[in-house]
């Protein structure tokens, strides 16, 4: 899946919450959503190595941000979905949904 | 930001590689901190340590497989610090093969130290960190009386309750309970319950649902609805966890009532034990403003804080107060999670005191023997600087070393505390609240990580400092300019963990005399030899006087006539057992005025209950079916004194019949006919409480408030109680097969349930205390050998030129004893200062026992001395000729 290694399923829910939240994208919000939307609990250490595993594989970019209250005076990254993280999305988008058009009647239906 | 929190960070600085990336993670993490202080601080604080341990690791793991956290658009800046983390663990792990002996030791030290530390932080996180197992329960609040300026003391009138559920807008949910004791027989089965009664819909408070069922509404609090809810446990237990439970209909004091629903699992409202809950009883004594028995909760609602609710709840109790309340003095709202381990609050934060103490005392210790260990590899160290290596750079190599073999350490402290849960829990006591939530789990485990690494930075920092400050020409020339600083470093960690071990083992100490004096207190009766029973009579079948009073006979009968039974009595309540009353008590012709009039204990007994329970008459004789003089009593010395100070009590008359403003009527008038010696009612620490003892067959003639409620029968024994449990019970299972029986032990047992936490907090700081004594004096004998060894060839050469091994020996002892002096002398002058902070614990003990401290000042300085008269012994031993020929 694309030319660059692929990426898991945890990643690809973090590029989900990360292109969800546009301009809110900041780590502690990343994680909050994936506690509210996807159930996953994750720890600081997982997250911040994902997001830089996606960054390295240029799925991902953050900026600076002016520190906010509370931070000791520490920059914030703001994350953002890069071109090529898009069309990893897409990619993946297209052939779950192939993948479910064979399956989805089955299972709503509840027939054999 | 908190202490700990900054130290964490200033670690998170150091080990994360420089750069933007870096500062923007730890600035995460402060204001997620930040962010979770609202809702406790310690548990912010764990969470942050725990994610900042994740993150080290891994960005640890990450740099293994090649991966870098500085981000791609920054390269490293010349010069910049450079992080290598499987370098150094390497480096770390090398000390093991090179060093063993000095590993073996370090590990073993901080392992034990660590396995206090982690064993004693599973309890607390347990106990004190885990949230209620209920959804968003911080918003749980709960609202006491204070009464007398002590909150609690004295429950919340029905009326009260009312107005407060339907005026305080900040509440969305709440609910009021008082005790319930309910007989349940089914299948022939008879059990005790435990239970509550309840105002409908208080499963709103806690925002949970019923397993199965339905929760109890208004319709099932209408008088004669009889409803119940059951507890998981018993709808798994005795209905097999039937899901169409609702609607069952099971039998309760002879009396069908209904099952309406299953409470949820876990649910564990007011305490674990609850069996059933039903609807708050119709009756006279709600309507009663002065007729405090209710516990009240609250859920606050989500568009309201704790501090908003708290300000309504305050405003509308003075309102209230102010119009039908007189002298009351408002009531205290306060966290319920709070409330329910406020109890061990204390206790586990003197644990928390002493794992501490012994951790930095391991630490001492071993940063002793690194010191010592640096100090061998000094030449090694000055190649290494003179080879170009920074100061930075050998300062980390160090500290690398010393944080591995800690975090070695810390594993093996993991492993131990498993054993040391298991030991804490089978030593606690039985009501140590939510002792089933203490486990070892991932943040346990995280946190002994971060313990270890904590340990390996403190003591591995001074070692590491020294290593890289060598003057390196000197060294490298063979110089031993150091040798002497760096020993009397070394006697300086050693005389702080002599001072360390004293304070704690003062403490330990006091606590030990002050469970010693509990153990010493006379109870007042005779608890030896004695076998003691619970009994429910339902009062469906047992409702008339002669029905209770036939069973009792014939039950008396019975156990006299079984062997080895010296004398059986019976009694509503027993010292230290459960069915404490208390009444208000008048004297003839006396008004009664609340607030003005004593309220004495009261007790109703049949049988031999003096004698049972070793109990002498001492003036007058105990209470009898007199018919020329019915209605009789016998008063305990301290209720004679209260109530009649200064005169004669036998003869004179009481009631506990009153009427507001009136003196009791003639008729329920009760003569003084004995006094008996004073007992204490409920613990050891009691005083002496005053008791009115009645004579059932007497007062069941003009009263039948005791029909229904449980017995409690006490036998005195020829040799072991025990052996009359067995006999005891079929005897009461042959009179009435379908009698609930509970609680057969013995009457020692149930004295020592009282002393049981003093004896457990005695014994957990003595265990701690005794290792941080004995690591210290290893670190006392460490110190002296490593000095003995530095000096040979000094020992030698004053050998050669005449000195005795005698006075070799005492040199080497003479600086023992400055340190171990000096040390255990600051620790008791610092326990003595600290004492107070253990007035709480103790009983009739000073918190500046001289007696103590001054044991613990010979024990230390003792034990030290015995410590280093090996090296001493040793260094005597030198031969002159063969060190100065290696030399």
Not at chain 2, 347 to 354: K, N
Not at chain 2, 430 to 442: G, K, M
Not at chain 2, 827 to 848: I, N, Q
């Amino acid at each position: 899946m694309g030319g660059r290694g692929g990426i898991g399923e945890f990643e690809h829910l973090v590029l989900l919450v990360v292109l969800g939240l546009g301009d809110e994208a900041f780590a502690p919000t990343v994680a909050e959503r994936l506690k509210r939307d996807a159930n996953r609990s994750v720890t600081r250490g997982a997250l911040y190595s994902t997001l830089n595993r996606l960054e390295s594989k240029g799925l991902l970019v953050w900026t600076p941000e002016e520190p906010g209250e509370g931070r000791g005076g520490h920059i914030r990254r703001r994350f953002g979905v890069t071109e090529a993280g898009v069309d990893e999305l897409r990619e993946r988008r297209a052939t779950l949904e192939t993948l479910w058009s064979d399956v989805g009647a089955r299972l709503d239906g509840g027939t054999s | 930001m908190s202490g700990v929190v900054a130290i964490v960070d200033r670690i998170l600085a150091f080990v994360l590689p420089p750069g933007a990336a870096s500062e923007a993670i730890r600035g995460d993490l402060s204001q997620e901190y930040r962010d979770r202080r609202a809702r406790g601080t310690v548990r912010a604080g764990a969470w942050y340590a725990a994610q900042a341990v994740s993150v080290v690791l891994w960005a640890v793991s990450d740099r293994v497989r090649g991966r870098t956290w500085r981000g791609r658009e920054e390269e490293p800046r010349p010069g910049a610090r450079l992080i290598e983390p499987s370098a150094m663990v390497r480096d770390g792990l090398r000390v093991f093969r090179r060093d063993p002996g000095y590993a073996a030791s370090v590990v073993v030290t901080l392992g034990l130290a660590l396995a206090t530390t982690i064993t004693v932080f599973t309890a607390v996180r347990g106990v004190l960190l885990h949230d209620l197992p209920y959804p968003d329960g911080e918003r749980i609040v709960r609202i006491d009386r204070v009464t007398d300026g002590v909150i609690g003391n004295g429950g919340v009138s029905y009326p009260d309750y009312l107005e407060w559920a339907a005026g305080i807008s900040s509440y969305e949910a709440m609910l009021a309970h008082s005790g319930w004791e309910g007989t349940y027989i089914a299948d022939g089965v008879a059990e005790l319950w435990d239970g509550i009664t309840i105002t409908p819909g208080f499963l709103d408070v806690f925002g949970v649902r019923p397993a199965a069922g339905r929760g109890l509404d208004e319709t099932n609090a209408q008088p004669g609805m009889r409803s119940i809810m059951i507890s998981f446990d018993l709808w798994q237990r005795r209905f097999g966890a039937d899901p169409s439970i609702g609607g069952r209909s099971i039998t309760i004091d002879e009396e069908p009532w209904t099952i309406v629903g299953v409470l949820p699992e876990g649910f564990e409202y007011p305490d674990a034990h609850v069996d059933a809950i039903a609807p708050l009883a119709d009756g006279s004594y709600l309507e009663s403003r002065g007729a405090g028995f209710l516990e009240v909760l609250a859920r606050v609602s989500p568009d309201a804080t704790t501090e908003a609710a708290r300000a309504e709840t305050d405003a509308l109790v003075a309102a209230i107060d102010a119009e039908f309340n007189e002298n009351r003095e408002g009531v205290a709202v306060r966290s319920y999670a709070d409330t329910k381990v406020a109890p061990v609050r204390r206790m586990l934060g003197l644990f928390m005191l002493a794992v501490t103490l012994v951790l930095v005392v391991a630490c001492a210790n071993v940063s002793g023997l690194s010191l010592a260990r640096t100090e061998g590899r000094r030449g090694e160290l000055s190649v290494r600087r003179a080879l170009g290596a920074g100061r930075g750079r050998v300062v980390r190599q160090l500290l690398a070393e010393s944080v591995v073999v800690a975090v070695v350490g810390g594993a093996l402290g993991l492993a131990l505390s498993f054993a040391g849960v298991r030991l804490l829990l089978a030593l606690a006591p039985p009501d140590l609240p939510r002792r089933e939530l203490i486990a070892i789990d991932p943040v346990v485990a995280s946190f002994a990580l971060a313990a270890a690494v904590g340990a390996g930075v403190l003591f591995g920092a001074l070692p590491a400092l020294r290593g890289a400050s060598a003057p390196t020409t000197s060294t490298l020339r063979g110089g031993r300019t150091v040798a002497g600083r760096a020993s009397r470093t070394q006697e300086w960690l050693a005389g702080a963990q002599i001072a360390l071990a004293v304070v704690l083992l003062s403490a330990a100490s006091l606590l030990v005399r002050s469970s010693g004096a509990l153990d010493a207190v006379d109870p007042g009766f005779d608890a030896a030899d004695r076998l003691v029973v619970e009994v429910g009579l339902p009062p469906s079948r047992y409702s008339s006087a002669d029905e209770t009073l036939g069973f009792h006979r014939r039950l008396l009968e019975g156990v006299r006539g079984l062997p080895g039974v010296v004398d059986a009595g019976l009694s509503t309540h027993l010292p230290f057992g459960r069915g404490y009353l208390q009444a208000v008590m008048l004297k003839q012709d006396q008004p009664f005025i609340r607030g003005e009039v004593p309220v004495i204990g009261l007790e109703m007994y049949s049988g031999e209950y003096f004698r049972a329970l070793g109990l002498p008459v001492l003036r007058g004789r105990a209470a009898s079916l007199d018919l020329e003089q019915p209605r009789q009593v016998v008063l305990n010395e301290a209720a004679a004194e209260e109530l009649f100070p200064g005169e004669d009590a036998l003869g004179r008359r009481v009631s506990f019949d009153v009427e507001e403003g009136q003196p009791s009527p003639d008729s329920t008038m009760y003569t003084v006919v004995g006094i008996v010696p004073s007992v204490r009612s409920q613990s050891l620490t009691d005083d002496l409480g005053s008791v009115a003892y009645y004579y059932l067959p007497d007062i069941r003639r003009q009263y039948s408030f005791s029909s229904g409620r449980a017995f409690r029968l006490v036998v005195h024994t020829e040799g072991d109680p025990l052996s009359l449990a067995t006999p005891v019970r079929e005897l009461l299972l042959d009179l009435d097969p379908a009698l609930p029986v509970r609680d057969i032990q013995t009457m020692e047992a149930l004295v020592r349930r009282t002393t049981l936490a003093p004896r457990f907090r005695s014994s957990v700081v003595a265990v701690f205390s005794l290792l941080a004594l004995g690591v210290a004096f290893v670190g006392v004998y460490a110190v002296m050998a490593y000095g003995v060894s530095r000096g040979r060839r000094e020992i030698g050469i004053r050998m050669a030129l005449g000195a005795s091994t005698t006075g070799v020996r005492r040199g080497v002892l003479t600086r023992a004893s400055r340190v171990v002096v000096l040390g255990a002398g600051l620790g008791v002058g610092t326990a003595w200062m600290a004492g107070p902070v253990l007035a709480d614990f103790l009983f009739e003990t000073s918190p500046r026992d001289l007696g103590s401290l001054g044991t613990v000042l010979l024990v230390a300085i003792v034990g030290s001395l015995v410590a280093a008269w090996v090296p001493a012994a040793r260094a005597s031993s030198v031969d002159p000729a063969r060190v100065l020929r290696d030399e």
